[in-house]
Each structure stands twice: as C-alpha cells, then as structure tokens.
C-alpha cells in the first residue's frame, strides 16, 4: 500500500475498520470472491488507481514516531496514577511472561498456547520483573 500496490483483503475481524475503502474487501472463504477482486484489482484501471490513490491516504495517517508517542504517553499516564516500588535505583514493573516459551520471547505462539490451553493471561501463567532505570 505504501508502495502504490492496490490491496484485496478481507472483510472480516478488524480489516474493514483498518483499510475502509482503501483496499478492496471480499470474503475470505469464497474463492470466487477472491477471484473476482483480483481479476477486478487487475483489468479496471478506475478501481486500480482510486485504491492506490486512498491507500497512500491511508499510510499517511500512521508513522512509526507517532505510535511510539502514543505508547509514551499511555505508560505516563499509567506511571503518574500508580507509580512503581522503589528497588534501589531503579523501578520494578511487572510483566506477565508464560511460563511455557524462551527467555528470549515475550509472547506465546499460538502453538504453545493451543498446546497449554492458555492464552496471554492464561492459568499457566508466572509474574516476571523488569527493571527500567
């Protein structure tokens, strides 16, 4: 999209209130709805450039920055209501870690959450600390 590619993606879940009438939506089970958007995408030039057109309309609402501002802010907002524990010199936050992946991981796979049978706050689940100074 941000390149000038046309999308075809679905109608269902959140897709539709992330790509609106940037991208051409179609049901994802029926095959000749997939078809007929990429036969679409491809022979009509009106369709083609008016989903390439909205879809630059659309990656310019979003930027990496700006996330990282948003994110900033909600852990302020978090941090001013509830600040945490002093440990030493430094602040203990906890974070919810299964039990059941790497060190080296953050989240579960869904393989490991259908494996367990818990999912981010499952009953498998441990309290883990990081530390931020």
Same mark, same amino acid.
């Given at each position: 999209m941000a390149h000038g590619t046309p999308v075809l993606t679905s109608n269902a879940s959140s897709l539709p209130e992330v790509f609106a009438d940037a991208a051409l939506l179609v049901n994802p089970e029926n095959v000749f709805e997939i078809a007929r958007g990429i036969r679409q995408i491809l022979t009509e030039d009106v &369709? !083609? =450039?008016? *989903? &390439?057109r909205r879809g630059h309309e *659309?990656? !310019?609402?979003?930027?990496? =920055? !700006?996330s990282a501002d948003q994110v900033r802010e909600v852990y302020r907002s978090v941090l001013a209501e509830h600040p945490p524990e002093k440990v030493g010199a430094r602040h203990a936050v906890p974070l919810h870690v299964s039990n059941n992946i790497s060190s080296s991981s953050t989240r579960p796979s869904r393989m490991e959450n259908a494996r367990t049978g818990c999912g981010a706050a499952g009953s498998g689940e441990m309290m883990k600390y990081a530390s931020f100074g």
């Open positions: &369709t !083609r =450039e008016a *989903l &390439t *659309l990656v !310019r609402k979003y930027s990496w =920055e !700006r």
